[in-house]
């Protein structure tokens, strides 16, 4: 809350990714997610006059670049410890919330689009997606990946990762975070091998 006593834009931002990672997009509407960040729903429509589709826009784009932001720190130290953080931070929302959540961009992602259009979330969804790949695809080449298997690398390394996440919370349980890690862990050695 700001000291004015109205909760900030980015509160609501934040509590909107909490309750899509938790329950997905069709499943929450725009009163749920102002509740959720202690908001009261005319404070979140002075924000997002748009309505839900624009606060699940902003929400995947919060959780788009707080995800690119700690890839970016890791990723000084090298591909392998990008991939330990980007892990370790899908870990811990996984363990944090007992497998309740998981990430709002893929929960996005997943939503079947109406049949008129591409909604903005669903695009914002696509470029936090590419964000991330790009961001571990420059790591990979600056560690001696070429360009096209730094690129493959990439993509897998988000769609298992993501795909992780969705199975632990099924599974209740860290094993396929474990599984995984140990093999991208050796497709990126093998890749940045000199």
Not at 82 to 92: E, H, I, K
Not at 127 to 151: I, K, M, N, P, Y
């Amino acid at each position: 809350m700001t000291r004015s006593g109205k909760p900030s834009r980015e509160r609501i931002v934040a509590g909107a990714a909490d309750m899509i990672s938790r329950r997905g997009l069709s499943a929450t509407s725009i009163r749920e997610m102002a509740k959720h960040a202690e908001a009261p729903l005319g404070s979140t429509y002075h924000y997002f006059p748009e309505g839900k589709q624009q606060l699940a826009t902003e929400a995947v784009r919060f959780t788009g670049e707080w995800v690119a932001r700690s890839l970016r720190k890791e990723l000084e130290a090298g591909p392998a410890a990008g991939l330990s953080a980007f892990l370790d931070l899908w870990r811990g929302i996984v363990v944090g919330s007992d497998f309740h959540a998981g990430c709002p961009v893929l929960a996005v992602a997943i939503e079947e689009p109406p049949a008129d259009g591409v909604p903005p979330a669903l695009v914002a969804a696509a470029e936090a997606f590419e964000q991330w790949e790009a961001l571990l695809a420059a790591s990979l080449r600056e560690h001696g990946a070429g360009s096209e298997q730094a690129a493959q690398l990439a993509t897998l390394v988000v769609a298992a990762v993501e795909g992780t996440v969705a199975m632990c919370r099924a599974k209740r349980s860290t094993q396929p975070l474990d599984h995984t890690a140990e093999q991208l862990q050796a497709l990126i050695a093998a890749a940045t091998r000199r």
